[in-house]
């Protein structure tokens, strides 16, 4: 696919359009009792998400390279005892594959791809946790996924099935902002207090016995091999480039949403990394500070998008403009938009717009708001996949051909931020030009056994 062709799709894949959906594969017709059979890889942390919002359907597996979580079955009790446990999902789809219409991937960064991929090719639909992949030609193979496969996609991005993202869209094209010349997002993490990051003395991590019920091969899948650390699993890898992408990755997709799909902002000319906390090789910085350069798209004046981390780490706050009246402070995060109309803010989910003065704002809803344009979604993102799947409702908004380029300006902040300085973009042709070794970054060489996808590029 043409990357014109890439970006063009997104405006119209963000609002969501009908698809013909394939229920069940390799069946007739439709699961029993018109529920969707699903498997989860991936049962902790973050996978309660996807329980939560597949509650209803039927749950045919589960596969976690750790047998020791199977807390699932407690807090959901829908759940049958007797689901087949996997710790390899190829295992899984090899035994149940006919049995599976849609698969929920809650794994770490570095296996999103080939989890994802290797369901798609089986037929399934898929909804895939957030960055949708650890690296750029990841994304974009994927995209190619979607359109080669026809399954439904959707990346769970909470914040883009809520009404605050769409009504920030209705009043930036209801001419209220104006002209948007920056945007300025923020997050206040990584919390070295809590329980995914922490800050570590030294690299390599010293190596430690596999506990017996951790697959650790099939953890590591296409990343380099390395020895078990509990700094790895099951909670801390975000803090390590070969597997996580660090805050920006955990939150970009979040914050940025709204920036990225209302203002049109795909394909940067170049990103550079202004400043960081120093760190160890490998190692996610405590703070930093990113720059986005967008040029004119359209009718849309160019733009930069600025990005701050770490503020409780002596990194920057939010910026906050003049006419800010909510308090003393900007908020700890979220997006500001700079506009020569209004300023305005969206907060950590792209969610709640309002303009930076709160008169301002208060006058605009007694004036009655902007007419809706952009239909709303009930529920979240996992619904929302699972209507798209039984034909009862639009494709998903955070379908992988919006989630894709989303993902893609995401994991090049990444990239700034892992090495440093100024990167210059060639978006057409997928290519760091100015520092050509920064392209192996760009499709990382995959683990013996674990290569998938070259068949999309052919």
């Excluded at 750029?136 to 959707?154: D, G, H, M, P, S």
């Excluded at 919006?402 to 060639?426: K, M, N, T």
Aim: proline residues 7%; negative net charge.
């Amino acid at each position: 696919m043409k990357r014109r062709n890439f970006i063009k799709t997104t405006a119209a894949a963000g609002a969501g359009a009908f698809v013909l959906p394939r229920f069940s594969i390799g069946q007739p017709g439709p699961s029993a009792n018109s529920k969707m059979n699903i498997a989860m890889i991936g049962v902790g942390g973050i996978a309660g998400m996807a329980f939560d919002g597949c509650h209803e359907e039927n749950i045919v597996a589960l596969c976690d390279i750790d047998t020791r979580k199977q807390a699932p079955h407690n807090k959901h009790p829908q759940i049958r005892r007797d689901v087949p446990y996997f710790q390899d999902f190829r295992v899984m789809f090899d035994k149940l594959g006919k049995e599976i219409d849609g698969v929920c991937i809650n794994t770490p960064d570095h296996t999103h791809f080939v989890a994802t991929l290797a369901a798609m090719e089986r037929g399934m639909h898929v909804c895939t946790q957030k960055p949708l992949t650890h690296n750029i030609w990841e994304a974009r193979t994927l995209q190619r996924a979607k359109a080669k496969y026809k399954v439904v996609t959707n990346m769970a991005n909470q914040g883009h099935t809520y009404d605050g993202i769409r009504q920030m869209r209705e009043m930036y094209e209801a001419g209220l902002f104006g002209q948007v010349s920056e945007v300025h997002l923020a997050f206040n993490g990584p919390n070295y207090e809590g329980k995914y990051f922490a800050k570590h003395e030294s690299m390599p991590l010293v190596a430690e016995p596999i506990p017996e019920e951790v697959n650790w091969d099939a953890w590591i899948g296409p990343a380099p091999e390395t020895a078990y650390s509990s700094m790895l699993h099951p909670l801390q890898w975000r803090s390590f480039w070969d597997y996580g992408t660090g805050m920006l990755g955990d939150w970009f997709c979040h914050v940025g949403d709204g920036p990225v799909w209302i203002l049109d902002l795909y394909a940067p000319t170049v990103v550079e990394c202004l400043e960081s906390a120093p760190t160890l090789p490998g190692v996610i910085p405590g703070y930093s500070s990113i720059r986005y350069d967008f040029p004119a798209r359209g009718d849309k004046a160019a733009c930069s998008m600025y990005w701050n981390d770490g503020q409780r780490n002596g990194g920057k706050p939010l910026h906050k403009p003049d006419d800010w009246t909510w308090g003393a402070n900007a908020p700890k995060g979220g997006s500001m938009w700079i506009g020569s109309e209004a300023n305005a803010y969206l907060d950590l989910r792209s969610s709640n717009p309002r303009f930076a003065n709160k008169e301002r704002m208060r006058a605009f809803k007694e004036s009655g708001g902007v007419t809706e344009q952009y239909a709303r979604v009930e529920g979240g993102p996992f619904k929302e996949w699972i209507r798209a799947v039984k034909g009862e409702g639009p494709e998903p908004g955070s379908n992988f051909d919006y989630a894709a380029p989303l993902s893609e300006v995401c994991l090049l902040g990444v990239l700034a931020q892992r090495f440093g300085g100024r990167i210059e973009w060639d978006a057409e042709n997928m290519r760091v030009t100015n520092r050509p070794e920064l392209n192996a970054y760009i499709r990382e060489p995959a683990r013996a056994g674990w290569e998938m996808g070259d068949e999309l590029w052919a």
